[in-house]
Structure formats: structure tokens, C-alpha cells
């Protein structure tokens, strides 16, 4: 059984930053975050594969940062520039991709985190 568990949710002001790990119990190819806003749909924010190809949102892009720690099966999400529409449950999430690539699609992960709150006052 794979497990995967987040940490690092907090409460921000605007403009501020804030960084959120991930560690998963085994080396998986495509590591990813999403994220979900009371009401709305779970949204892709960044993913990474072994490769070391990294794909974003264009709501996060160039403010948030996707990378591995030295060991494979941890990952990190640096955000920066934090608004107030970043407020959500941050989910840390691992999968085989789709012929090698980590799109921001959920289905093509498999495991998932319980999930870490990351809400930001304006």
C-alpha cells in the first residue's frame, strides 16, 4: 500500500509565501499537486516526473515552483506571491503518467494525500 501524506498548510496573507511537502512511501514516476476550492472542481497546479519535466497551471505559473527533494519520493511546492484565490485543500498525488508524461489530469494518478489547507487573507 502506498501512502502520502502533505504537510506545510497555513494561513497567509497576500503576497506572502509559503512551501508544502509531500513525501510518498515509494519512488513513483509522476508526482504531482492539485488543488480544491470549496465548490469548485479539483484543479492540476503542478507536476514533476523522475525525469525531472515539470508541467503548471497558468493561474500559477511563474509564482509556484514544483521540485523533489534529494530523496525522490519527496516533492515540494514553493508558492510565492500567494492571492487570496489560492485559498484551497492542497493534495499531494503520485501515479505511473501516461506514456511517461505527467499531465495535470487527475486519472492518471493513483495515490493521494488527505489533503493540507492552505487559505490566504486578502
Known amino acids: 500500500q502506498v501512502q502520502v501524506e502533505e504537510s506545510g498548510g497555513d494561513s497567509v496573507q497576500a503576497g506572502g509565501s509559503l512551501t508544502l511537502s509531500c513525501v510518498v512511501s515509494?519512488?513513483?514516476?509522476?508526482m504531482a499537486w492539485f488543488r480544491q476550492a470549496p465548490g469548485e472542481e479539483r484543479e492540476g497546479v503542478g507536476s514533476i516526473g523522475s525525469d525531472g519535466r515539470r508541467s503548471y497551471s497558468d493561474s500559477v505559473k511563474d509564482r509556484f515552483t514544483i521540485s523533489k527533494g534529494s530523496a525522490e519520493n519527496t516533492l515540494y511546492l514553493q508558492m510565492n506571491s500567494l492571492k487570496p484565490e489560492d485559498t484551497a485543500m492542497y493534495y499531494c498525488?503520485?501515479?505511473?503518467?501516461?506514456?511517461?508524461?505527467?499531465?495535470?489530469?487527475?486519472?492518471?494518478?493513483?495515490?493521494w494525500g488527505q489533503g493540507t489547507q492552505v487559505t490566504v487573507s486578502s
Open positions: 515509494r519512488n513513483i514516476w509522476c
Open positions: 498525488a503520485a501515479g505511473p503518467g501516461y506514456i511517461g508524461r505527467c499531465s495535470l489530469g487527475s486519472s492518471v494518478y493513483t495515490y
